[in-house]
């Protein structure tokens, strides 16, 4: 049988073949769709929906290091554009990976349309709303209306209004929630890769959506606060990620390449693109720091159980190798040291590091690695995530402080820190330790209650760093802009159109751009979200 995916082609701008007109590629599409096959049963095509987009979502987190580069949980070592936003001024092609995903989950909602399957219909529509919700995220006005209707004879369609797609994106999640409640049929606890078919974690998915998409466009929707106070406060009919195990995230089977986490070593037999991405020293400045003691080594062994050795150095100015290095040495003293925001990927950077021919290019030995446990091909603590419970606590911990809800922000904060800690295998006595001090305590200002709960989900969101990326835009917390080297340098507001939409629906594209402010399509205009 063939692939689903090839079956159920649909209207996108085909980059492949550049020799085509625009009508012979529009027309090809439109052939390709209507070989539409219609055999493929739902369990199928949920487990194949739920796996792509998750990895699509997780390869943005850590493989891809353009986003975590930007919201400063990693730098890297060495070709190191992303640590000051290079990848934002190129076309990004990420819509049509989107798109290539929405057109499979367009086919599994027609086909369980006419097999009469709500429950179903309702779950593919959630991912149908995730993907169009990154889609006009990252690049502003994008279709939607349009999109995917090929059948139809609709070979160009139009961008809609921002505002227009959050509409409707919206109203899609409310009836998602209620075909899930109403239908009748199962869900596969096998082929449910995410909730092993448990319909009324699907329920509070779409809910925790909702709240997701209504916390970012809060400052344009003056119906935000009612219709978030709407969902928490039904919880019977609209309920939400509430408890530490309400995650949207799949686990890695760790067998083969495909089912692996990305930076394990079925994927990256050799250790280079693993030591060419180190911590931020954003990430890291808040560690134990240690006393000195030159040529010692020690050894030390991670919460995840992977033990390394160190070795103390003194820092000899005399040493002309050491003293060429200076101005690059920001920290001494310490067991954990992260890569300076901002600085650039050259193996003669990053804190100092002089012995380039015993570290090679990638090897630097002033620098902090991440835990042995990202080259794990599987691992109870490594999930492909879309969205947890501990970020719908701090969506309603920030929805407390400015009166969208009712409730208070303190226990919605502290659920959170909580629930991030406990996904990541903290003990609850670390946890009591950590909750109990003065520092964490939310202050009497808004201001600065905000503050301390971007902080904390900032770090909870570590490796979604897209849905990172999207809050750091918005609320401009925590204030991390200016680290580094990254004063001289604009945070980027947006992706750039993919290339083809230029040649190929240069329509849409053209009002795209209008809607715009400058009309410019680069990555610092801003969209409706940011007008």
């Keep these: 049988m063939r692939s689903f995916l090839t079956k159920i082609f649909v209207i996108i701008a085909v980059a492949e073949i550049v020799s085509c007109s625009k009508d012979e590629l529009r027309s090809y599409d439109k052939l390709q769709q209507l070989n539409a096959g219609e055999s493929v049963n739902n369990p199928f095509l949920l487990s194949s929906i739920i796996?792509?987009?998750?990895?699509?979502?997780?390869?943005?987190?850590?493989?891809?290091?353009?986003?975590?580069?930007?919201?400063?949980?990693?730098?890297?070592?060495?070709?190191?554009?992303?640590?000051?936003?290079?990848?934002?001024?190129?076309?990004?092609?990420?819509?049509?990976?989107?798109?290539?995903?929405?057109?499979?989950?367009?086919?599994?909602?027609?086909?369980?349309?006419?097999?009469g399957s709500m429950v179903h219909k309702g779950i593919f529509t959630i991912f149908r709303v995730l993907l169009f919700s990154f889609m006009t995220d990252f690049y502003g006005d994008v279709y939607y209306s349009e999109a995917l209707k090929g059948r139809e004879g609709i070979l160009y369609p139009k961008y809609d209004k921002q505002a227009d797609i959050y509409s409707g994106l919206l109203n899609e999640l409310e009836q998602a929630n209620t075909l899930i409640k109403q239908g009748t049929e199962p869900v596969s606890e096998t082929y449910d890769l995410v909730f092993g078919g448990n319909k009324v974690q699907w329920q509070k998915f779409a809910n925790s959506l909702r709240l997701r998409l209504l916390m970012r466009a809060s400052d344009k929707l003056a119906d935000a606060d009612t219709k978030m106070a709407a969902i928490i406060n039904n919880p019977s009919e609209t309920p939400v990620f509430i408890e530490e195990e309400d995650n949207a995230a799949i686990a890695y089977i760790g067998t083969t390449a495909d089912n692996s986490w990305k930076g394990g070593t079925l994927n990256w037999p050799e250790n280079e693109e693993f030591d060419k991405r180190r911590p931020c020293k954003t990430l890291v400045d808040k560690l134990t720091e240690l006393p000195a003691l030159n040529g010692v080594s020690f050894s030390s062994t991670d919460p995840n159980g992977f033990t390394y050795i160190s070795t103390w150095e003194y820092i000899d100015r005399a040493n002309p190798a050491i003293a060429a290095q200076v101005p690059n040495i920001l920290d001494s003293n310490k067991v954990y040291v992260g890569f300076i925001a901002g600085m650039p990927g050259d193996w003669k950077n990053g804190n100092g590091h002089y012995n380039t021919d015993a570290g090679g290019v990638v090897g630097n030995f002033k620098v902090s690695k991440f835990s042995q446990l990202f080259r794990q091909n599987s691992h109870p603590l490594l999930k492909a995530m879309i969205m947890n419970s501990d970020e719908v606590q701090f969506i309603l911990a920030e929805a407390a402080v400015k009166g969208l809800v009712t409730g208070g922000s303190d226990s919605y904060y502290r659920r959170g820190i909580t629930f991030s800690m406990k996904r990541w295998g903290i003990s609850d006595a670390a946890i009591n330790t950590y909750l109990a001090q003065a520092s964490i305590t939310l202050p009497g200002d808004n201001a600065g209650k905000l503050a301390k709960i971007a902080n904390q989900k900032w770090l909870a969101l570590f490796l979604i760093s897209a849905e990172t990326y999207l809050d750091l835009r918005r609320t401009r917390l925590p204030n991390i802009f200016g680290n580094g080297y990254l004063s001289t340098y604009q945070f980027p507001l947006r992706y750039r159109y993919p290339g083809e939409e230029l040649g190929q629906n240069k329509d849409a594209y053209d009002a795209g751009v209008a809607a715009l402010v400058p009309a410019v399509d680069d990555e610092f205009s801003k969209m409706w979200l940011l007008q």
């Design 51 to 115: 796996k792509q987009t998750a990895l699509f979502y997780q390869n943005m987190g850590y493989e891809n290091s353009k986003l975590p580069d930007a919201v400063q949980y990693m730098e890297r070592n060495f070709q190191g554009g992303d640590n000051y936003y290079s990848g934002f001024k190129t076309p990004a092609e990420d819509m049509y990976a989107a798109m290539n995903i929405l057109k499979l989950i367009d086919g599994a909602i027609g086909l369980a349309d006419k097999r």
